[in-house]
Protein backbone atom coordinates (compact mmCIF):
# COMPACT_ATOMS: atom_id res chain seq x y z
CA UNK A 1 0.00 0.00 0.00
CA UNK A 2 2.66 2.37 1.10
CA UNK A 3 4.29 1.89 -2.60
CA UNK A 4 0.82 2.69 -4.36
CA UNK A 5 1.23 6.16 -2.22
CA UNK A 6 4.87 6.98 -3.74
CA UNK A 7 3.69 6.18 -7.05
CA UNK A 8 0.32 8.19 -6.77
CA UNK A 9 2.50 10.84 -5.60
CA UNK A 10 4.96 10.76 -8.34
CA UNK A 11 3.01 10.27 -10.60
CA UNK A 12 0.92 13.49 -9.39
CA UNK A 13 4.49 15.81 -9.25
CA UNK A 14 5.09 14.51 -12.66
CA UNK A 15 1.62 15.27 -14.18
CA UNK A 16 1.57 19.15 -12.48
CA UNK A 17 5.45 20.19 -13.27
CA UNK A 18 4.36 18.96 -17.57
CA UNK A 19 0.54 20.65 -17.50
CA UNK A 20 1.85 23.99 -17.51
CA UNK A 21 4.14 22.65 -20.73
CA UNK A 22 1.22 21.23 -22.23
CA UNK A 23 -0.90 24.18 -22.28
CA UNK A 24 2.11 26.27 -23.20
CA UNK A 25 2.67 24.55 -25.87
CA UNK A 26 -1.23 24.00 -27.42
CA UNK A 27 -2.73 26.84 -29.78
CA UNK A 28 -4.05 30.18 -27.74
CA UNK A 29 -6.88 29.06 -29.55
CA UNK A 30 -7.35 25.76 -28.95
CA UNK A 31 -10.61 25.76 -26.69
CA UNK A 32 -12.24 28.24 -28.82
CA UNK A 33 -14.44 25.69 -31.13
CA UNK A 34 -16.98 23.52 -29.49
CA UNK A 35 -20.24 24.20 -28.28
CA UNK A 36 -20.52 25.69 -24.63
CA UNK A 37 -20.73 23.36 -21.72
CA UNK A 38 -22.30 25.91 -19.26
CA UNK A 39 -25.28 24.45 -17.61
CA UNK A 40 -26.66 27.90 -16.87
CA UNK A 41 -26.23 29.33 -20.74
CA UNK A 42 -27.77 26.06 -21.92
CA UNK A 43 -31.00 26.85 -19.88
CA UNK A 44 -31.10 30.75 -20.12
CA UNK A 45 -29.23 31.51 -23.27
CA UNK A 46 -27.67 34.00 -21.60
CA UNK A 47 -23.78 34.06 -20.71
CA UNK A 48 -22.78 33.41 -16.52
CA UNK A 49 -19.68 34.94 -15.02
CA UNK A 50 -17.95 31.82 -15.80
CA UNK A 51 -18.50 32.05 -19.47
CA UNK A 52 -15.37 32.09 -21.25
CA UNK A 53 -13.10 31.73 -18.25
CA UNK A 54 -11.27 28.49 -19.72
CA UNK A 55 -10.08 30.29 -23.20
CA UNK A 56 -9.30 33.80 -21.19
CA UNK A 57 -6.57 31.90 -19.00
CA UNK A 58 -5.35 30.25 -22.28
CA UNK A 59 -4.57 33.65 -23.22
CA UNK A 60 -3.49 34.41 -20.21
CA UNK A 61 -0.88 31.62 -20.30
CA UNK A 62 -0.15 32.51 -24.09
CA UNK A 63 0.03 36.38 -22.81
CA UNK A 64 -2.57 37.41 -25.07
CA UNK A 65 -4.03 40.41 -22.82
CA UNK A 66 -6.50 41.96 -24.70
CA UNK A 67 -8.14 38.60 -26.07
CA UNK A 68 -8.72 37.17 -22.09
CA UNK A 69 -10.01 40.88 -21.51
CA UNK A 70 -12.37 39.94 -24.43
CA UNK A 71 -13.45 37.01 -23.11
CA UNK A 72 -13.91 37.47 -19.49
CA UNK A 73 -12.61 40.20 -17.62
CA UNK A 74 -12.82 38.36 -14.39
CA UNK A 75 -10.04 36.09 -15.56
CA UNK A 76 -7.64 38.55 -14.38
CA UNK A 77 -8.74 37.96 -10.60
CA UNK A 78 -8.65 34.51 -11.05
CA UNK A 79 -6.33 33.25 -12.84
CA UNK A 80 -3.84 34.43 -10.52
CA UNK A 81 -5.29 32.85 -7.67
CA UNK A 82 -4.88 29.75 -9.36
CA UNK A 83 -1.73 29.96 -10.01
CA UNK A 84 -0.94 30.85 -6.77
CA UNK A 85 -3.07 27.51 -5.36
CA UNK A 86 -1.50 25.42 -7.92
CA UNK A 87 1.91 26.47 -6.35
CA UNK A 88 0.78 25.59 -3.34
CA UNK A 89 -0.36 22.06 -3.50
CA UNK A 90 2.62 21.28 -5.89
CA UNK A 91 4.86 22.76 -3.09
CA UNK A 92 2.67 20.16 -0.16
CA UNK A 93 3.14 17.63 -2.47
CA UNK A 94 6.99 17.81 -3.11
CA UNK A 95 7.30 17.81 0.43
CA UNK A 96 5.18 15.03 1.07
CA UNK A 97 7.25 13.45 -1.45
CA UNK A 98 10.24 13.85 0.85
CA UNK A 99 8.82 13.02 4.21
CA UNK A 100 7.69 9.91 2.43
CA UNK A 101 11.28 9.48 0.84
CA UNK A 102 12.95 10.08 4.38
CA UNK A 103 10.60 7.45 6.18
CA UNK A 104 11.18 5.04 3.41
CA UNK A 105 15.30 5.76 3.97
CA UNK A 106 14.78 5.52 7.75
CA UNK A 107 12.64 2.14 7.81
CA UNK A 108 15.21 0.46 5.34
CA UNK A 109 18.15 1.32 7.74
CA UNK A 110 16.98 -0.17 10.97
Not at 62 to 90: C, I, Q, T
Request: net charge positive; hydrophobic share 45%.
Amino acid sequence: MKKFKHILTYSRLIGMILLPFLLAILPKTFFDQGPTTCIYTLLTGVNCYGCGMTRACMRLIHLDFMGAWEFNKLSFLVFPALVFYYARYFIYLLRNAKTQLSTKKDTSIS
